[in-house]
């Protein structure tokens, strides 16, 4: 219940400063779609290869609450807040965001293609607020830095792929690929769903689920040396309404199952389960800006 109750306390903490920073952004006229909210000067300088970022361009920001496992491979759930964030050129085709997706830049923006750098922040897990945890010691909050590329090769297929690498908790590699279908049901009203699959270097798998000998005399638990691959393959759907052309709500539920070393390791198979559940609400406000 104490998990509960802080899981609750922190999610009414962020909702509130994200309320606060959504009001000042609604301070801005209702007419943001159409034009420029503000305007940033121009880079001092533009990097080769890449278009330039001249122009107008559309902010998402938003927050969305979730019960989610405690920690990956743990059986039981807690509520927490989740950021949302995304970038696209302004009149472009409106943009479709997975659950899954982290915060990203399009840079690339060019019809039914898009990609740029994505970024995700992992939580810390700490040993002494799970039972299940104890004797294995804490893992430091992750800041996974990439990119992402994504393709629509029809209006109602959305093709979306991610390469991170981890820094501070993990220092490894992980790539998560998803597909969604998206179907209109009616005006505003869009429905989706399609699969996912994660893979994960060695150094992203053991941190969270390896345990060496002294975790293992401190746990209980037999050593475990867990090595990267496939990590997890699920299935996710999402609702959502879009109430007006600057706000959006949805609902979400999406499933993965542990594959591989994440899945048989003493962790999951003695005290969690490889079957990892997560159900989310969320909204988000979308208005311009310019770069001269």
């Not at 962020?14 to 503000?38: C, D, E, H, K, Y």
């Amino acid at each position: 219940m104490k998990h509960f109750d802080d899981a609750a306390l922190r999610l009414t903490v962020n909702v509130r400063l994200t309320t606060t920073l959504l009001g000042v952004i609604m301070a801005i006229p209702q007419s943001a779609s159409a034009q420029t909210a503000f305007t940033l000067p121009a880079p001092p300088f533009e990097l080769p290869m890449l278009p330039s970022p001249s122009g107008n361009w559309t902010v998402m920001v938003g927050i969305g609450g979730e019960y989610t496992p405690d920690f990956v491979g743990s059986k039981n759930g807690k509520l927490m807040p989740i950021p949302i964030f995304s970038i696209r050129r302004a009149g472009s085709i409106d943009q479709f965001r997975g659950p899954r997706d982290s915060a990203s830049i399009a840079l690339l923006d060019v019809g039914n293609f898009r990609a740029g750098p994505a970024f995700k922040y992992v939580t810390s897990r700490k040993a002494d607020k799970y039972a299940e945890l104890t004797g294995l010691g804490d893992v430091k909050a992750a800041y996974e830095i990439g990119g992402f590329v994504e393709y629509y090769p029809v209006d109602w297929l959305r093709l979306r792929s991610e390469l991170r690498q981890g820094v501070g908790g993990h220092t490894g590699t992980v790539a998560d690929i998803s597909a969604d279908v998206i179907v209109p049901l009616i005006q505003r009203l869009t429905i989706s769903a399609g699969p996912r699959f994660t893979w994960k270097s060695t150094n992203a798998t053991a941190p969270y689920f390896g345990v060496d000998a002294a975790q293992a005399l401190a746990s209980g638990l037999p050593t475990y040396n867990a090595k990267g691959g496939a990590h997890s393959v699920g299935f996710g759907s999402q609702i959502s309404y879009r109430i007006n052309p600057q706000w959006e709500v949805h609902a979400y539920v999406e499933y993965e199952k542990l594959l591989g070393d994440a899945a048989d390791s003493p962790l999951v198979k003695l005290r969690g389960s490889s079957n990892q559940t997560t159900v989310g609400l969320g909204a988000s406000y979308s208005f311009d800006f310019r770069i001269r």
